[in-house]
């Protein structure tokens, strides 16, 4: 038995993907050389999927029956280790599911103003709607550049929403006088974030995002050409850009109005955001690592052409409100390894570490008690483990780790090595 070999990751083509071989996830799989991948440079390439989930799960490299990871590790649980195994069996994952999905993304546009459900609202949507939400669990989640990286995240402290309320006519007018009156109120008296807080948020939030078009596009094409004309009052001038590029990319759709209502954030490569459940949130551009909980469960209100279920998003989010530094993930040390940072979430389902190695430079990675899954975002080098002779991986590779398997990076010659690890230890 393997405890360490490469893995086929899939590829997703969605609207909002980068445009063939600008994007990642095509470069990343045309490197590890996908059986079925076939470049079409006038296509989108949005997501690179790594892991077990049952939509578009990993299959064993070199399997000449491209054997499926869940059924491998099924068949091995000692790779998924029996502290993870007793941990995430007792919260019903199936046989040879790993916690956690990894992801590459590709973003070219924006992605839709979205949430997704915690374990109680996802296994009732999954009950009620199993076409839509398919499956039952929840889906926190953490995005880590590549690079630059913008997005739209958490609801902004409300003082900053009363000041646009105030600046912004066309903003305004999508919420009645009472609602709008009672938020600037609750924004402006300097109390924390409190029940009544909340509620004025949610009213708010919840005016605009079901307001009729006939209301909101005309304020939308008003706002967008105001903008363009170059009257701009200060207050808007960190929007007035966001703003018009979501017009040009969803003409006419009111989740535009969200540039005022939530962080507007830009990441360099290396830096980190976390999306607990009920966290609104949209990804703008860039490329990203993304880690998950294993669940593809989506509740979009905005942004997009696709279901649009604005009733549970308004209902499932928390209406916390905090600046952008809430949601940054700060990198620490990973055990002894000089080279190498770790992305830890408040959560149990997984961890992420960046590995950087300079050219001709190794590094030893301890074991962890839980399964991995690594891929080389760039450059060339070798993993070693157990006195073997190693194994060569390149730009695009994905590669398992079994739990308790201590590797060995190694960089070649020619340029800095990266690996982006993802895995997850029962806490």
Not at 177 to 186: G, K, T, W
Request: overall charge negative; proline content about 7%; charged content about 20%.
């Amino acid at each position: 038995m393997a405890t360490v070999f490469k893995i086929l990751p899939t590829t997703q083509q969605y609207d909002w993907g980068k445009i063939g071989l600008s994007s990642k996830v095509a470069q990343y799989a045309a490197g590890c050389k996908l059986p079925d991948f076939r470049l079409d440079e006038s296509r989108p390439y949005a997501e690179l999927w790594m892991g077990t989930h049952h939509t578009s799960p990993s299959r064993l490299a070199g399997s000449e029956s491209q054997q499926k990871l869940s059924e491998y590790l099924a068949a091995h649980p000692e790779l998924i280790g029996p502290a993870v195994l007793g941990r995430f069996k007792a919260e019903g994952a199936a046989e040879g599911n790993l916690p956690f999905l990894y992801k590459i993304l590709a973003i070219g546009k924006a992605l839709s103003i979205q949430t997704h459900p915690d374990k109680a609202m996802a296994e009732k949507l999954h009950a009620e709607r199993p076409d839509v939400y398919k499956d039952a669990n929840h889906k926190p989640e953490m995005a880590l550049a590549l690079t630059p990286f913008q997005a739209l995240c958490g609801f902004r402290p409300l003082p900053d929403i009363a000041a646009f309320l105030r600046s912004t006519p066309e903003f305004a007018e999508l919420i009645p006088q009472a609602i709008r009156d009672n938020f600037i109120s609750v924004a402006e008296s300097a109390n924390p974030i409190g029940p009544a807080e909340k509620q004025a948020l949610r009213d708010m939030f919840s005016a605009v995002m079901t307001a009729e078009a006939d209301v909101f596009q005309p304020e939308l094409r008003r706002l967008v050409a105001r903008y363009k004309g170059g009257e701009v009052d200060a207050t808007e001038e960190t929007v007035k850009e966001l703003v018009v590029t979501l017009d040009s990319q969803f003409p006419a759709d009111i989740g535009v109005f969200c540039a005022f209502m939530l962080n507007h954030m830009t990441l360099k490569p290396g830096e980190a955001i976390f999306l607990a459940a009920g966290e609104p949130h949209a990804y703008v551009s860039g490329d990203i690592v993304e880690c998950m909980a294993t669940s593809d469960n989506v509740i979009r209100a905005g942004l997009t052409p696709k279901l649009r279920d604005v009733p549970n998003l308004v209902a499932g989010l928390t209406y916390n409100a905090a600046p952008p530094s809430k949601h940054v993930v700060a990198p620490r040390s990973f055990a002894s390894a000089a080279r190498s940072t770790l992305y830890d979430p408040p959560i149990p389902e997984f961890s992420v570490v960046r590995t950087v190695l300079p050219a001709g430079e190794a590094e030893a990675h301890p074991s962890v008690a839980g399964p991995s899954i690594a891929i080389v975002t760039e450059g060339t080098g070798t993993v070693v483990w157990g006195g073997r002779d190693g194994m060569n991986v390149s730009e695009g590779d994905v590669f398992f780790v079994g739990a308790g398997q201590e590797i060995r990076l190694s960089a070649g010659g020619q340029g800095q090595l990266v690996v982006h690890r993802a895995f997850v230890e029962a806490k």
